[in-house]
């Protein structure tokens, strides 16, 4: 399993486009972030090669705060063209970065208009982007939200995104397995791997309940990590998470669990 870091929660003492280097300092082959659009795809792919990392996952853009495409637009009626015009941007995003992985985000369900037409907006949706996807070898994601963070999500339960995934039966369309959103969707993480292993394409860990670096809650990260092999899991782990102190010093979780980290890195 390879351990990639999320530069919009780690390293955030730092300016943005100095979090690569520090990423791959400690240890990070990959990195992964949801809004790469704020800038050039030239200048994201020359702060990647010279610190020698590997782009995992972007995010499809999200619209204006407030709205209920802030956080994506896949899931809302009256949204189409905007997740289409959205989703053709993080494509050519994908390929210029090398990112096998695109977070497609569902979004609010807008007042007035019920889940169900929102989960036929979301298919639909879905099914347009996977004929624009075809010729790549770059996969979708769906994530469900827990209700607790974002109330108002067009998709909040994981094996609503598995159904999702399957009804489609793309093998570029699978799951984001986030471990937070899972426990504080039910828990029973687990049993959940393994009825969705054959869907899952991408995982996250954060504990839980304040969202820290494993090890800080209530979450049995080491029972985790071994359901994840046994399943045979051997894709990117994102790191999702609020450190707990500082960035570096919130990373001997990797040590304490038996996970390895490249080369000769500092320690931390």
Same mark, same amino acid.
């Given at each position: ?38 800038? *050039?795809?030239?200048?994201?792919? &020359?702060?990647?090669? /010279? @610190?020698?990392?590997?782009? #995992? $996952? ?17 899931g809302v009626p009256g949204s ?60 979708l994601v769906l994530e469900a ?13 994981? *094996?609503?995104?598995?159904?999702? &995934?399957?009804?489609? /039966? @793309?093998?570029?369309?699978? #799951? $984001? ?92």
């Open positions: 399993m390879k351990l990639d870091a999320n530069l919009k929660w780690l390293f955030t003492e730092l300016p943005f486009e100095a979090r690569f280097e520090a990423a791959a300092n400690a240890g990070f082959e990959g990195v992964e972030y949801p809004n790469p659009y704020p800038f *050039e795809a030239s200048r994201l792919r &020359a702060w990647l090669d /010279n @610190s020698g990392l590997t782009q #995992v $996952l972007i995010n499809t853009p999200g619209g204006p705060a407030g709205s209920p495409t802030e956080f994506g637009s896949a189409e063209q905007e997740f289409r015009t959205g989703f053709l941007t993080s494509l050519d995003y994908a390929e210029r970065l090398n990112a096998r992985v695109i977070h497609v985000m569902a979004g609010n369900v807008p007042a007035g208009i019920s889940r169900r037409r929102a989960a036929a907006t979301l298919v639909s949706n879905l099914s347009w982007a996977l004929e624009q996807s075809r010729p790549s070898d770059t996969v939200i827990n209700r607790f963070t974002m109330p108002n999500q067009s998709l909040d339960e994981i *094996e609503h995104a598995a159904e999702i &995934a399957a009804a489609l /039966n @793309s093998p570029q369309l699978g #799951v $984001l397995f986030d471990v937070y959103h899972v426990q504080r969707g039910g828990g029973n993480i687990l049993e959940r791997i393994r009825q969705l292993a054959s869907w899952i394409l991408h995982v996250q860990v954060a504990d839980s309940p304040l969202r820290h670096e494993p090890g800080t809650g209530e979450i049995a990260y080491s029972a985790v990590f071994d359901e994840l092999d046994k399943i045979g899991y051997d894709r990117w782990i994102g790191c999702e998470y609020t450190p707990s102190t500082s960035t570096l010093e919130s990373l001997g979780w990797r040590e304490h669990l038996g996970l390895s980290r490249r080369g000769d890195v500092h320690n931390v």
